[in-house]
C-alpha cells in the first residue's frame, strides 16, 4: 500500500535559501493517505532496518520520503533501488531542516516524522491513526517506546521488540493519555496542523527540543496531543548524537533548551 517514488533523488543546492520556520505553508495536494518522512545521516544499516519494518506492519495507504542529509554511506543508492521518494542534501542540515524539507513534498493528508533508528510494530499506524481522529481536538499523537524521555518511555524493562509488541499493541482507548508533549522520534499530526502553525524552528538545528518548541505552539493554537498507549515502537535511541564527544552534546542540548526559554519564557523541562 506504499506509493511508489521517483527515479531520481531531489537534490537541494548549498545556495538554496534556508527554510526557516513560517506560517506560509505551501503544500502539493492533499491526499488521503499518510506521508512518513525520515530523515537520516548516516545510517544506511538502521535505515534498511526501518523500511523493512514500514513495508512489513503497515496496513493502511502511505507514502515514504527519505531525506538524506549528506550521507557517504550508499544511501542514495539505496532509496533508488527501493523506489523510495528522496530528497538528498548535499550537505548535514540537521533534523528539523531535514523534517522540513521533506513535509514541502508531502501529499498526505496526515504527516508523520519517524526517527531512522526506530523499528515500527503491528498495527501501529492503525492504533495511532486512531488515537489522531477518535478524540476531541487532538493534533498531534505518539506512541509508547523503550527509549525516550517524559511519559512516553515505558517503566518496565525492555525485553524483545516481539513482547512488548504482543504486550501493547492490542488496540485500547483507555491507554490514551493526554501529554503537554510528544517526542520527535515518531510524531503523527494532521496537515491542518501544519498549515496553522508552520514547520519546525530550524532554530533548533541540528536538534533538541525543536519537538517540544512545535508541540508548544501547538498547544497555543488549541490542538491537545495525547500518548497512544497502545502502539509501542522500538527506538535505539540518540545514534546521531552519540557519535559526538559527550561535552559537545551536553553543550547542544544546553544551548537549544535556553534558546526555548528565551523564546517562550518558560523552561521545556517543566512539560516533561
Known amino acids: 500500500m506504499e506509493a511508489g517514488g521517483p527515479d531520481i533523488p531531489r537534490v537541494i543546492s548549498r545556495r538554496d535559501p534556508p ?42 495507504p502511505y507514502e515514504l520520503i527519505v531525506v538524506d542529509n549528506g550521507s557517504s554511506d550508499g544511501t542514495v543508492a539505496y532509496c533508488l ?25 508531502a501529499t498526505g493528508s496526515e504527516l508523520l516524522l519517524l526517527n531512522n533508528d526506530t523499528i515500527v510494530t503491528r498495527r501501529w499506524l492503525t492504533n495511532l491513526q486512531r488515537c489522531l481522529h477518535e478524540q476531541p481536538n487532538v493534533g498531534m499523537v505518539g506512541p509508547v517506546t523503550n527509549y525516550a524521555s517524559g511519559r512516553q518511555r515505558l517503566r518496565e524493562r525492555f525485553t524483545t521488540i516481539d513482547r512488548m509488541t504482543a ?9 490514551w493519555l493526554e501529554t503537554k508533549r510528544l517526542i520527535g522520534m515518531c510524531l503523527l499530526f ?20 525543536e519537538d517540544d518548541d512545535y508541540c508548544y505552539r501547538a498547544r497555543l493554537h488549541g490542538y491537545r496531543l495525547s500518548i497512544a498507549g497502545d502502539c509501542f515502537i522500538y527506538h535505539k535511541g ?15 542540548i544546553w544551548r537549544n533548551r535556553q534558546k526555548f526559554i528565551r523564546k517562550w519564557g518558560v523552561d521545556p523541562r517543566k512539560f516533561m
Open 190 to 209: 494532521k496537515r491542518e496542523l501544519l498549515e496553522k502553525i508552520g514547520y519546525l524552528d530550524e532554530r533548533f538545528s541540528p536538534g533538541h527540543f
Open 19 to 60: 527554510h526557516l520556520v513560517s506560517q506560509d505553508v505551501s503544500l502539493p495536494p492533499r491526499t488521503q493517505l499518510t506521508s512518513i518522512i525520515i530523515p537520516t545521516y548516516n545510517g544506511l544499516p538502521l535505515l534498511k532496518d526501518c523500511v523493512a519494518s514500514i513495508r512489513r506492519h503497515t496496513d493502511v
Open 238 to 252: 540518540s545514534v546521531s548524537f552519540r557519535k559526538k564527544p559527550r561535552p559537545l552534546v551536553r553543550k547542544a
Open 167 to 175: 504486550k501493547y499493541n492490542e488496540a485500547n482507548p483507555k491507554r
Open 81 to 105: 533501488q527501493e523506489k523510495i521518494k528522496l530528497i538528498a542534501a548535499p550537505v548535514n542540515l540537521g533534523f528539523p531542516a531535514a523534517c522540513n524539507l521533506g513535509l514541502r513534498l
